[in-house]
């Protein structure tokens, strides 16, 4: 069932892009997301709580203290998928929540991701996009981040996405991970 439900995710990406494939993966890689493996399921079977739950609440604070798209960021939402752009809120960040577990930032650590660290210049967490000072403006930045806003609707809220995010984190890693490279492919790249 696993199997069906992330190849259906996969092709739900696909059709929604209008059939562009983002990333090339390889056989072996569809295998590793179809069929993870049980480290990575038991993975992600203990972290989706956790990062839904951190996800979720953040979601919360900014979208009662955050600013809503302009008219232009609304444009640019609509043409990126995001159903509800209304519903958007931004907010500038120095520093991103991350899980207290130190489980969870010990993987991302070993898995080199850029989470929690001065790299990362925005995040999304449901409606919610964090960005770090002097990226509320950037066209790239936010483009990127409303990429994953249409994913999180498209996949059906924070836990589905927490899950496959995590999933494709542990099984691909960041660089081939379908849902990043959906992202950066769709971001816009002038300023």
């Given amino acids: 069932m696993r199997a069906r439900v992330t190849i259906g995710v996969a092709l739900l990406l696909l059709t ?7 990333v090339r993966l390889t056989p072996e890689e ?11 399921n038991a993975i992600t079977e203990q972290a989706t709580p956790v990062v839904a739950d951190l996800l979720a609440r953040t979601e919360a604070e900014v979208l009662a203290a955050g600013r809503p798209l302009s008219d232009a960021e609304r444009d640019i939402a609509r043409s990126l998928g995001v159903a509800a752009p209304e519903k958007v809120r931004i907010e500038v960040r120095q520093h991103f929540p991350m899980p207290e577990d130190p489980r969870l930032i010990n993987v991302a650590r070993e898995l080199g991701l850029i989470f929690g660290t001065d790299e990362e210049a925005g995040r999304t967490q449901g409606y919610a996009i ?4 002097g990226f509320a403006e950037s066209r790239r930045v936010i483009s990127h981040e409303l990429v994953h806003v249409a994913q999180y609707e498209r996949l059906g809220g924070v836990t589905p996405y927490a899950r496959q995010y995590l999933i ?4 691909l890693g960041y660089g081939r991970a379908p849902l990043e490279q959906e992202a950066y492919a769709r971001q816009i790249t002038t300023p």
């Fill in 16 to 22: 929604a892009c209008g059939g562009q494939q983002w």
């Fill in 168 to 171: 494709e984190m542990l099984a």
């Fill in 30 to 40: 569809q295998q590793k997301l179809a069929t993870p493996g049980i480290r990575i």
């Fill in 130 to 133: 964090l960005v770090k000072p």
